[in-house]
């Protein structure tokens, strides 16, 4: 069952409906804390019984995500026939896939990296939250903002 945000269009998604959106795409933003600020990174990824895996190499990713700072990913989607839009967003923690068992089930989840180097990291985000939303994309013309309407100085 999908409910809708008070005073919008836009649909609530249940998780079951984010899990199933979520296994249609494999591109999405990982997004981590490095040092003293926020950092996004994309990733391609699976779905695997309830939670996310991507691969990856040594480098900040792979140390912002494994810290002990909560991690997110997002992913979303248009449907260009429909003009449904949606965005679903995993919080969890990250962890590092070290068990040979594990490892092997994970490689068979057929995850190629897009990016050319070594990737041997597997990376497990086990979710303590998943949201959604779908909403419909508006035409460009529906976009006012109250600074539409304001003057703008000359050119020179």
Known sequence: MTNSAPGSGTEILQANECWELLRGVSVGRLAVWVDDHPDIFPVNYKVDHGSLV???GEGTKLHAALNEAPVAIEADGVNADTGLAWSVVVKGQATAVKL?????????????PWEAGQKDQFIRITPTSVS???FVV???????TPLDDAPTASPE
């Open 132 to 134: 959604g939303r779908r």
């Open 54 to 56: 991507f691969r990856t």
């Open 138 to 144: 508006v035409p460009p013309a529906t976009w006012w």
């Open 100 to 112: 040979t068992q594990d490892v092997l089930d994970t490689v068979g989840l057929l995850l190629f």
